[in-house]
């Protein structure tokens, strides 16, 4: 099985990855492996999900014959500690994925590069990490026409900047869904809503205690 470890979005997550350092029984990978053509170890041929035409498919844990682990991040707050978590991959040879809002790429193009030079993913989290079902935020859904402008906003934005595209992933803000939304970001070419299976800044569980649940489950399923 492949987990999907969502590691928060204010980028306090160093003593998390330090941790990863050490476990050389795991594959890590980045999201492209599992929703699109997988690599290395987890290899298969075709893709391992199956697009539903209209309807944007929601990954929160990858192929049950593959056992490894996929580091995501969200960018929407400030700079933080971003440097020195792409320090850490970088050192650790761990490629990521980040769901990135228009507004934080745009105070920070040199790290979007470099995300993007390393190797790293970037999944559209739109422009100003806005709830589109409003639940969260206890506000009105946003319309159809605003949630393709937030997309479209930060998709121009991050090509421009890098060259490279964010469709087909998608992040939810703040994980909020409905068939709405995987509707209207499927109208928009993003056919993967990308989740999480455990997300380490939940409060009953510390960083490591989500990280050695991981571990011992996916050491378990290896046997």
Same mark, same amino acid.
């Given at each position: 099985m492949t987990c999907l470890l969502f590691l928060g979005s204010h980028w306090k997550a160093t003593r998390t990855l330090a941790f990863f350092g050490g476990l050389v029984a795991l594959t890590?990978?980045? =999201? +492209? #492996? %599992? #929703?699109?053509s997988s690599i290395g170890a987890c290899q298969d041929a075709g893709l391992a999900f199956t697009l539903t035409p209209g309807r944007s498919v929601i990954v929160d844990r990858g192929p049950a014959s593959c056992s490894a682990v996929s580091l995501t991040f969200d960018a929407g707050a400030d700079r933080g500690y971003a440097e020195l978590i792409l320090d850490i991959l970088r050192e650790n040879k761990v490629q990521a994925s980040f769901g990135m809002t228009g507004l934080w $790429?745009?105070? +920070? !193009?040199d790290l979007i590069q470099r995300m993007v030079d390393e190797g790293h993913e970037l999944i559209n989290h739109t422009w100003r990490h806005g709830s589109f079902t409003g639940f969260s935020t206890n506000s009105r !859904? =946003?319309? *159809? /026409? *605003?949630? $393709? $402008?937030? =997309?479209?906003?930060t998709e121009e934005l991050i090509r421009g900047l890098t060259g490279t595209s964010?469709?087909? =992933? %998608?992040?939810?803000?703040? @994980? /909020?869904? +409905?068939? @709405? *939304?995987?509707? /209207? *970001?499927a109208d928009q070419g993003y056919d993967f809503t990308i989740m999480w299976t455990v997300d380490r800044s939940e409060e009953h569980t510390s960083e490591l205690q989500s990280l050695a649940y991981l571990v011992c489950r996916l050491l378990l399923e290896k046997k």
């Open positions: 890590l990978s980045p =999201l +492209n #492996a %599992f #929703a699109q $790429a745009q105070q +920070n !193009p !859904p =946003l319309t *159809v /026409d *605003v949630r $393709a $402008a937030e =997309l479209e906003r964010t469709r087909p =992933l %998608f992040r939810p803000p703040y @994980g /909020d869904l +409905n068939e @709405g *939304v995987l509707k /209207d *970001v």
